[in-house]
């Protein structure tokens, strides 16, 4: 082995060590059934014990559980269901992400303000055709609007 192949295995151990070490920080968001401080201190205290989360941020108001730093979904979502509570991933996402964010299916009279229900689709609602045709104003529409 010459000074090339021992200079690409160095390069090669110390690049593999690099690679394991970096970890990736995630935050994962749920919706949490809370009816007072106290539930809420034992979600933050559950989630606090999840390996690796930095953050923890509970919202009462919202029913929301908040865990940022190097931490796995499911693991996030198992610890918050030990607690007994109503727990699913956080469903909702700014409405101004949603091309038709009033559509039925995406409407939640549930959400936090500004919010509205994810779909499977980002951006896409999908309509029903009575919806359809209100949406459309244009001369074939009998429906659409007559002032221009």
């Known amino acids: ?39 809420a201190r034992k979600v933050k205290k559950a989630l606090k014990g999840v390996k690796g989360a930095k953050k923890v941020d509970v919202d009462l108001k919202q029913q929301k559980a908040t865990v940022t730093g190097f931490v796995d979904a499911k693991k996030v979502l198992e610890a918050a269901r030990a607690t007994k509570k109503k727990v699913e991933p956080w469903p909702y996402v700014p409405y101004t992400l949603i091309a038709h964010p009033y559509a039925a299916g995406v409407y939640d009279k549930k959400a936090p303000p500004n919010f509205v229900r994810k779909t499977d689709e980002p951006g896409v609602a999908t309509l029903n055709p009575v919806e359809e045709q209100f949406l459309m104003f244009n001369d074939e529409n009998p429906n659409a609007c007559s002032i221009m």
């Open 1 to 39: 082995m010459g000074v090339a192949g021992t200079l690409e295995y160095l390069a090669d151990l110390i690049s593999s060590r690099t690679a394991k070490k970096k970890k990736i920080t995630n935050t994962v968001a749920l919706k949490v059934r809370m009816d007072c401080e106290g539930c």
